[in-house]
């Protein structure tokens, strides 16, 4: 098994309520994302995937869906609260959505993890 990791970073303000004082007044945060890929065979390169492929791919949904928003008013986010987590999952899915359309592996996001400080971040283990 092999993986690879790609990390990235966005600007972009949330509030949440029912989680603790602080967080619930409207604040921002440098988030801080690295998405891993697994995969068991390397193509005839002898890479699991081209880093570009899955930066282009990461870049596209955090830069060009995340960076510099104010999240809860997302519609991804309706109805829920953008907290880590679910920014974590989200991002998990979508990468996923796009390597499955320009890959010809079988490379598969294993985990996100969503960094709102140095040193708080949530982790989701994709299936």
């Not at 994302?33 to 699991?48: H, M, P, Q, R």
């Not at 510099?68 to 679910?86: V, W």
């Amino acid at each position: 098994m092999f993986e690879l990791k790609v990390k990235t970073r966005f600007a972009g303000a949330h509030q949440l309520t029912m989680v603790g004082q602080k967080c619930e007044n409207l604040h921002g945060h440098n988030w801080h994302i690295e998405v891993c890929v697994k995969g068991e065979k390397l193509n005839s390169a002898g890479v699991l995937a081209d880093f570009g492929d899955i930066k282009k791919a990461v870049r596209q949904i955090v830069k060009g869906e995340l960076d510099h928003k104010f999240l809860n008013e997302l519609e991804i986010f309706d109805g829920k609260q953008p907290t880590s987590e679910r920014i974590a999952v989200y991002i998990a899915q979508r990468v996923q959505f796009l390597l499955d359309q320009s890959l010809d592996n079988d490379v598969k996001v294993s985990k996100v993890m969503a960094w709102e400080s140095d040193d708080a971040c949530a982790t989701y283990f994709a299936g």
